[in-house]
């Protein structure tokens, strides 16, 4: 008969062994009580050197301010990917990226542990991605002799609001200034962002795009500024995305994700137009056009210190919104025939439409995902669908599920009430798109203007 093995701490200490990371644990006292031959290696010492000895004898060049696993001890609170940069015992310095958790037992702090990283390996690997970037370019949009990607054309819209901004932005587009985008998730903020350089005087030139939330803080600055040989062990002369992007756009997605630092970093470029190298002390004049876009409010980022007010004012020349789907009514039965038509070329089908059931539960939906959740919507109902009209019974699980009646958990026993809302739903959509205009309200809901009065005042 097997029993299972009692977690003894040779057991525990097996598994920790085990695993291809830095693991570096404190007490309460700053004393370390688990420290792991990965640790050993990156921090360039023996495990013989830390254990059992506290953590600033063994780290002189650490303080309480300054070492994670310290600062954890004394606020309680986790720091995710934090760079710590000391000199060990034998007066190597390094460099790390740390995970640092503190240790709750019973409700009280029993210590720290941290999971390290070796910040010189992420660094060489920044250093890859930027030269892949450099080599292919993947996110250029218009190269000599090529067509562009996305124009405004692509938008497609029935929504004033919308058309409005899309007209604006094309006006705009000539401008070399700043621009920020921002928008649910969704919404269409990177096509947008297309359609502008594809509009510029910088259509032949690179679009360049970075995800500030995709990258650890500690490599963001050396992929966008770049680096100059020696800056640290085994650093190389290399660009960054801004020196990429010349004669182009430079596309900074999630704004609000970039570190504080950086902030300031951009700012002094988009007013001086030049670039230092991480580790340099020359500076590199740069033609770039920065395109920043944020899934928030800028005023809410402000408010939540996600957004220096100095860059904000600076980007604030140009700004557009992108409204959600839940407020462009009228797009959305557009929308879903447009995709339908696409998907039916690309999957080889003859879907003709939606029936009236379910476009009543398509205009009554909030769509939080907006744009792309209602097109992977039409995509899955075209994938299952073997009919020339999808029903409900086409609907993804989890979008079935929040379509059903609360009560009854069916959909279909409350067809009257439905389709007198998905009545009123168009209705005021057409009184919106036509700007309160009856007459041409009635033309684009195909009724009579005296039907339309009627329905208007009951």
Partial sequence: MNTIPIMTEEFLGAILGSIDEAIHAVNTDGITIYYNKVAAKHDGLEKAEVLGKPLLNVFPSLNEKSSTLLNVLKTGKPLYNKTQTFVNLHGKRIETVNTTLPIVVNGQIMG????????????ELAEKLVDIQKRIKPNTIKTEGQQASYTFKDLLTKNES??????RAEKLAASHSPI?????SGTGKELFVHAIHNASQRSRGPLVAQNCAAIPESLLESILFGTSKGSY??????????????????FLDELHAMPMLLQAKLLRV???????RVGGSSVQKVNVRVISAMNIDPQKALQEQQLREDLFYRLNVLT???IPLRKRLEDILFLTARFIHTFNQQMGKNVSGINE???SLFMSHKWPGNVRELKHTIEYMMSVSETEILTLAHLPPMLRKSFSDPPTNNPRRNLKQRLKQYEKTLIEA??????GNIQKAASILGIPRQTLQYKLKK
Wanted: no cysteine; glycine share 10%; aromatic share 8%.
């Fill in 112 to 123: 720290a542990v941290e999971i390290a990283k070796d910040y010189s390996r992420l660094k």
């Fill in 233 to 250: 062990t085994g650093a190389v002369d290399r660009p960054g995305l801004f020196e990429l992007a010349d004669g182009g756009s430079l």
């Fill in 270 to 276: 988009l007013e001086d137009g030049v670039v230092r």
């Fill in 320 to 322: 557009f919104e992108l």
């Fill in 357 to 359: 059931e379910t476009a």
């Fill in 180 to 184: 920020l985008v921002f928008g649910e």
């Fill in 162 to 167: 919308f058309i409005q901004t899309k007209k």
């Fill in 430 to 435: 057409a009184m919106a798109e036509s700007e």
